[in-house]
């Protein structure tokens, strides 16, 4: 790098200009970051200092009760654990096999086209259309049973899968066209060249999409209110196909009573909800790690 002061004034003043640029950028960047851990601090300071005390071994293994001191989460937390499952299910390999298909199979026309921007577009359409979607076709067309874990993870399905095909993609394009030249150098078809050395390389990108989107669906709750999933629910559901609420539902209705022994309940489980949030997560994050490959 070259001296500065072997510099003319006019460079010196730019480069002088660029620092100063950098140092506020750095400190922008460094003041959101600490804006937003703050913000999450805050929340569990007060999340730990209200519900704490609440959680403990009935509490975490009981099912919804009007009486604040017999409620518990596991009913909620069975229903969302049975959700996810039935989402993850559907939307990861319906989004993965539709990302390749579009990335690396289909041809280059105007129904094409016009599939990418609909895809584009349902990753930005509100959560509750969704809903409005799930109760017209899967409860009053298919007549599924309501307010289960089959049908709502149906819905979130629908809305998770566009935000999986799009990282999808992306993914699969960042991978560099000499691993695919280098395939069919040695004779491999273009299914074999895909699904043996592109998909490998890209699936951390697509983990990073699927962590996105099923964050999104475990905190939902607009379209699994459309479909029936605030009734309440005092058993634990034995299947997909019985009734059930979820995390998010259960702490909404409990912020909703009246009775202020639901806030403390209230608090611990959002304790649980983030607790579960951060283990599909960090799950997710391992999975991507373990199957990441550096080029």
């Known amino acids: 790098m070259s001296n500065p002061t072997w510099q003319s004034p006019e460079a010196q003043k ?3 200009k660029r620092h100063a640029a950098e140092r506020r950028f750095k400190a922008l960047g460094l003041g959101a970051v600490v804006l937003s851990v703050a913000f ?8 730990l200092k209200n519900g704490l005390g609440g959680l403990d071994w009935s509490f975490l293994s009981g099912a919804d009760s ?6 518990g989460v596991w009913g909620a937390a069975k229903g969302s654990l049975l959700t996810m499952v039935v989402t993850l299910l559907l939307a990861f390999p319906m989004g993965v096999l539709a990302a390749i298909y579009l990335e690396e199979f289909a041809p280059k026309s105007k129904w094409i086209d016009i599939v990418e921007v609909s895809i584009n577009n349902l990753a930005a359409v509100p959560s509750i259309i969704f809903g409005l979607l799930g ?3 899967f409860i009053n067309t298919l ?3 309501r307010s289960s874990p089959m049908v709502g993870g149906l819905t979130l399905a629908l809305m998770t899968m566009p935000v999986i095909v799009i990282s999808g993609r992306n993914a699969i394009k960042a991978v560099p066209p000499s691993i695919r030249e280098a395939a069919y150098g040695i004779g491999a078809s273009k299914v074999q060249t895909t699904f043996h050395h592109v998909l490998p ?3 951390p990108g697509i983990l ?7 964050a999104r669906a475990l905190g939902e709750t607009a379209p699994l209110l459309m479909i029936g999933m605030r009734a309440f629910v005092a058993t634990p559901p034995g299947g997909v196909t019985d009734p059930s609420s979820v995390l998010p539902m259960q702490i909404f209705l409990w912020s909703d009573e009246i009775d202020k022994g639901f806030v403390q309940n209230t608090s611990a489980a959002i304790i649980v909800l983030l607790v579960f949030l951060l283990a599909m997560n960090g799950l997710a994050i391992y999975l991507r790690n373990k199957f990441e490959v550096r080029w």
């Open 40 to 47: 999450l601090a805050l929340l569990l300071v007060i999340m």
């Open 135 to 137: 109760l017209a076709v």
């Open 208 to 214: 990073t999409g699927t962590i996105i989107g099923m």
């Open 66 to 71: 009007t009486n604040p001191d017999l409620a």
């Open 14 to 16: 730019r480069l002088a």
């Open 143 to 145: 007549h599924l049973p």
């Open 201 to 203: 390389l890209a699936l």
